[in-house]
């Protein structure tokens, strides 16, 4: 059974960074290409970034809004993928969602999620 | 404002058929695969359908979706009350460098 199971959540200050990590586990995680969803309170769903698998280079791409602030990372040899979140702003706080990008085929989508994990940032 | 468009409710009684459309562009449903989440309340959402209208193992064939042109449509038929949610259209977005949602429909069974 596919398991992503998302922590490291929770209050921080404005300006404050944060690391988010989730735990992958069911499924081949060095043969998926993982994303980023956050959902604020009461608000819709925006895509935050993803990573691809080692072996399409392991880059990553990152949404505008949180470019140049937060990081996507993978450890492979843990089944880990991390989201590194500095300069944190208040429009930041939302559920974080880590999710497999179209690992059952290609293009089939953001095919599993986690529980998700609530980051608030106030002052 | 979200880059893809979606009616923000729907609603139909047990056993009627309800359409939601997602209206975007060029650069996204106009050149790449739609997809379709639903997210029970209080619950992760959960992949519907990918590449426009296929359905992943174990979701039921009373929800079908098609696309055309620039626009998109998720269809449920045989509404259930366990239909109740928010329903969300995605693609991938050329100019944008990324994917990006439409701002969801709660569907309500009445």
């Known amino acids: 059974e596919v398991q992503l199971v998302e922590s490291g959540g929770g209050l921080v200050k404005p300006g404050g960074s944060l690391r988010l990590s989730c735990a992958a586990s069911g499924f081949t995680f060095s043969n998926a290409w993982m994303s980023w969803v956050r959902q604020a309170p009461g608000k819709g769903l925006e895509w935050v970034g993803r990573i691809r698998k080692e072996g399409d280079g392991g880059t990553a791409d990152h949404a505008s809004p949180v470019k140049g602030r937060f990081t996507i990372s993978r450890d492979d040899s843990q089944n880990m993928v991390y989201l590194q979140m500095n300069s944190l702003k208040t429009e930041d706080t939302a559920v974080y969602y880590c999710?497999?990008?179209?690992?059952?085929?290609?293009?089939?989508?953001?095919?599993?999620w986690g529980q998700g994990t609530l980051v608030t940032v106030s002052s | 404002q979200s880059v893809l468009t979606q009616p923000p409710s729907a609603s139909g009684t047990p056993g009627q058929r309800v359409v939601i459309s997602c209206s975007g562009s060029s650069s996204n449903i106009g050149r790449d695969y739609v997809y379709w989440y639903h997210q029970l309340p209080g619950t992760a959402p959960k992949l519907l359908i990918y590449?426009?209208?296929q359905r992943p193992s174990g979701v039921p064939d009373r929800f079908s979706a098609s696309k055309s042109g620039t626009s998109a449509s998720l269809a449920i038929s045989g509404l259930r009350s366990e239909d109740e949610a928010d329903y969300y259209c995605a693609a991938w977005d050329d100019s944008l460098s990324g994917y990006v949602f439409g701002g969801g429909t709660k569907v309500t069974v009445l």
């Open positions: 590449r426009n209208n």
């Open positions: 999710t497999t990008d179209g690992y059952e085929l290609l293009s089939s989508g953001f095919d599993y």
